[in-house]
């Protein structure tokens, strides 16, 4: 369930502080120590599951259904906050440091508050046969 070397699992146990917002059975959601932007917050499964590829059904209903109601807490926690990004980072080149899983809620301010993130449109290199390859790809990796 826990993981003694975990950072999170040890925020979960109390052995490390955390500030808490919010807490049940199933997930904990708290402050970022970073504060990337002002409400910065981690929402975590109260279980240590490495990453998204760990979680089965069961699993990420719990987790997920629990989200929307964060959200909303952050947002309506300051009338500054006008736009929310949620990501979740899977693996170290995507940027995750802590692996036991969890979502980032950060709040947005304005265009050009401390948080950026980037999509670049490379569909000019793509036609239909390149995009139906890889469509079917994923389709054949899907479980049953
Ligand atoms: P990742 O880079 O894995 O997506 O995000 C990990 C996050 O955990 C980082 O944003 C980092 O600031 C945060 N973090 C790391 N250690 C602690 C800690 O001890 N307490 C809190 N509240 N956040 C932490
Ligand atoms: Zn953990």
Redo the contacts with the bound molecule.
């Keep these: 369930m826990l993981d003694d070397n975990c950072?999170f699992c040890k925020?979960i146990k109390g052995e490390?502080p955390?500030?808490t917002v919010y807490e049940d059975d199933e997930v904990k959601a708290?402050?970022?120590?970073?504060q990337?932007t002002p409400g910065h917050t981690?929402v975590i499964p109260k279980t240590h599951v490495p990453d998204i590829f760990a979680y089965d059904e069961d699993l990420a209903q719990r987790v997920f259904a629990r989200i929307p109601k964060i959200a909303r807490a952050v947002r309506d926690s300051n009338p500054d906050i006008i736009a929310m990004n949620i990501?979740n980072?899977n693996g170290e080149v995507a940027?995750?440091?802590?692996f036991h899983s969890?979502f980032?809620l950060v709040p947005r301010y304005s265009d050009h508050d401390d948080f950026k993130m980037i999509f670049k449109d490379n569909s000019n290199q793509y036609n239909d046969a390149a995009y139906q390859q890889i469509q079917q790809h994923i389709i054949d990796h899907l479980e049953a």
């Design positions: 950072i925020i490390i955390s500030y708290f402050l970022d120590i970073s990337g981690l990501v980072n940027y995750q440091s802590v969890h980032h």
